[in-house]
């Protein structure tokens, strides 16, 4: 089964940057769309970004204006850039792709840190 991977997490001072990055163990095809996902302690896990294949995009509104997401290739299927970082973007972020024929895989996560 393909896994995803996501890289590019860490320690950031508020007002910093990251970008996120998720890798596929087997390159894939048919996908429909990508996304991000983050769960924060005690939180609900809350859709961050989405991307489809046509390129329609749709972001939660406390990140509008600040993250973007983008589409990569079949290794790289999707990346996450995340400027002015706020405490309040601590969390646990995971990638999604969403497969055609097949459904959903989801990354294991990688931890974002912000500090004030």
């Known amino acids: 089964q393909v896994q995803l991977v996501e890289s590019g997490g860490g320690l950031v001072q508020a007002g910093g940057s990251l970008r996120l990055s998720c890798t596929a163990s087997?390159?894939?095809?048919?996908?429909?769309?990508v996304g991000w996902y983050r769960q924060a302690p005690g939180k609900q896990r809350e859709l961050v970004a989405a991307?489809?294949?046509?390129?329609?995009?749709n972001y939660a509104d406390s990140v509008k204006g600040r993250f973007t997401i983008s589409r990569g290739n079949a290794k790289n299927p999707v990346y996450l850039q995340m400027n002015s970082l706020t405490p309040e973007d601590t969390a646990v972020y995971s990638c999604?792709?969403?497969?055609?024929?097949?459904?959903?895989?989801w990354g294991q996560g990688t931890q974002v840190t912000v500090s004030s």
């Open positions: 999604t792709v969403d497969i055609t024929t097949w459904g959903r895989l």
């Open positions: 087997t390159s894939i095809f048919g996908i429909k769309s």
């Open positions: 991307i489809t294949s046509g390129g329609s995009t």
